[in-house]
């Protein structure tokens, strides 16, 4: 008979090995010595023990599931059961037990880690639900769309939660971007309308800019483009394949006329200009007709300067007013000499200011008779009534005088 701490062969040849629980039989051996029985079931342990321990590496190591671990242990639980094997069995099932332990502790923080991603990613979805939800009302067109493009992609590298959760959420971020592709699809729908208006609205001012560019009416017209320039401008952007074009012919068609227009001022500036030039050498020759000693002569001389004025043309606005006052000051003159004239040489006038100054005269004189009386009467407020009355009366006929002298007297 033969033994180890471990087993022992009997004289049978019967293999056991020792446990907690007593001796078990191995298994039998006819083929050698006792020896060589139980090196070859010591053998046997160490294969379970080198595989007891590449699964503790892979379980700590690894991501082998929980479900696989567990399969593996209970495989090699059942060989160590099965009491092939020579050595501490006892030993074999501790670890064997640790492991399990270990797989469930692995087991639940992965539970955790599982629920805590599900949780982080529901916190993520919710997020871009939400902020597809607030884009979909957005009128910022490319950047919104671009944004919802970028949530999509977002979305994609997301963890799945449990199907009802995960369907609820996407049904909520995709009603988000259906909503803005429709509202973003009437809006080019309605921009297409309001620029095919712009563009027949254009056409027709286009039209009438191009029937005006040949008139030689310049004020009306120019107003009229003015106005077409408003209406243009309220009009609105037609497509851009059409815009370019049809601003180049409305613009056109305004150039023609504005130039036409610069070319015919140009010409009557330069006109205006050689007229002011005449008037103010006319307006120069009636001023040397001042002071007027000869007023015949003076009429006569201004008469043919002004018939030669007349046949003159425009002058420039601005300067219109200053030159043809100068010519004005000089026709006043002409006539303030006239009224001088025929006051003094008018003999109804003249005898007229003759009469009233007789009559002042003689009432001045009566009032200086009368004062001279009532002092020597005493009677002073008498004479002082009559003071204050002779003063207005002899006014009156110092201005009266002074009428006189005009007509030469």
Known sequence: MSSDPWGRVDET????????????????????SPDEALAYFERKYEGLVVEIGLLEKRVRTTDLSSKDALTAIEHLREQVDA?????????????????????????????????KQSDEARQAKEALVAEAEQLAQSDQWRAAGERLRALVDTWKGLPRLDRKSDDELWHRFSHARSAFSKRRK?????????REEARRTKERLVAEAESLSGSTDWGPTAARYRELMSEW??????????????????????????AARSSVFAERDAEQAENLKLKEELAGEAEKLLPITDLKAA????R?????????????RDSRPKVEGRMHAVERALQEAEEAEWRR????????????????QAAVDKLKGQIEQARAQGNTAKAEKLERELEGRQALLDQALRGLQEFGG
């Not at 009437?186 to 309001?194: E, G, K, S, T, Y």
């Open 13 to 32: 040849g019967t293999v056991y090995v020792r446990t907690a629980d007593g001796e078990k039989v191995v298994g039998s051996w006819q083929a050698g």
């Open 83 to 115: 009491h092939h094997a020579v050595g501490d069995l006892d030993a074999l099932r501790a670890r064997l037990d640790k492991l399990v332990e270990l797989v469930e502790a692995r087991r639940e923080e992965r539970k955790a880690q599982r629920a």
């Open 186 to 194: 009437q809006h080019f729908a309605q921009l297409d309308a309001q």
């Open 233 to 258: 401008k309220a009009a609105g952007r037609a497509q851009r394949e059409h815009e370019e074009d049809l601003w180049n012919r409305f613009r056109g068609a305004q150039d023609v006329f504005f």
């Open 299 to 302: 009429r006569a001389a201004f």
């Open 304 to 316: 043919a300067i002004n018939e030669r004025w007349e046949a003159i043309g425009h002058v420039p």
């Open 345 to 360: 040489t008018n003999p109804e006038a003249r005898a007229r200011a003759e009469g009233l100054t007789g009559q002042l």
